[in-house]
């Protein structure tokens, strides 16, 4: 049972440091993505930036992360956020009786996410890895809203 800890967190200090950008390596760590659903409508290829954010289903979502936004500097600027609303069919005939719809919007930052000037050979506490917010958060509150939170695990952007 004691193994279980510093594994959990030898595992999430090498996926959070697999998230920095290779091109430069001076830049911030990235903040996985965690796609949240608060619609009645299946969102597949959900895409921040240029990274791929997942597929989440209606009313679904805050379970798991992808790798990454990386390296983000200037959080005053707004991410574009591109998505499709998958297409919705009669169960009995097949037919298709909502057509799928590309969407995208420029979404903000609600701040800059708290990060604990740490390294990954320094030692981590329970506590360090609860105040640092390596997760963001893609809220779909409605079909044509969407906005970004921080947190400091995929589990908790369910809650946002």
């Known amino acids: 049972m004691r193994i279980w800890k510093p594994a959990l967190g030898a595992l999430t200090a090498l996926s959070v440091s697999s998230c920095a950008t290779p091109f430069d390596p001076g830049n911030e760590p990235g903040n996985m993505l ?9 969102a597949p290829n959900i895409v921040v930036e240029d990274a791929w954010a997942g597929n989440v289903d ?3 979502g805050g379970g798991s992360a ?7 500097k200037d959080w005053s600027k707004p991410a574009l ?7 919705e069919d009669d169960r009995a005939t097949g037919k298709i009786i909502l057509a799928g719809e ?3 919007a420029l979404v903000p930052f ?13 030692d981590w506490s329970t506590e360090d890895f609860l105040a640092d917010e390596l997760y963001l958060c893609v809220i779909f509150r409605t079909l044509d809203k969407v906005e970004f939170a921080f947190s400091s695990s995929a589990s908790a952007c ?3």
């Not at 956020?81 to 297409?87: S, T």
């Open 34 to 42: 965690v796609p949240v659903n608060h619609t009645d409508r299946y």
């Open 58 to 60: 209606p009313h679904g």
């Open 66 to 72: 992808t790798c990454c936004i990386a390296g983000r």
């Open 81 to 87: 956020v591109q998505w499709r609303w998958g297409a």
């Open 102 to 104: 590309d969407r995208s």
């Open 110 to 122: 609600p701040r800059a996410p708290h990060r604990i000037a740490k390294t990954v050979k320094d």
């Open 158 to 160: 369910r809650h946002k």
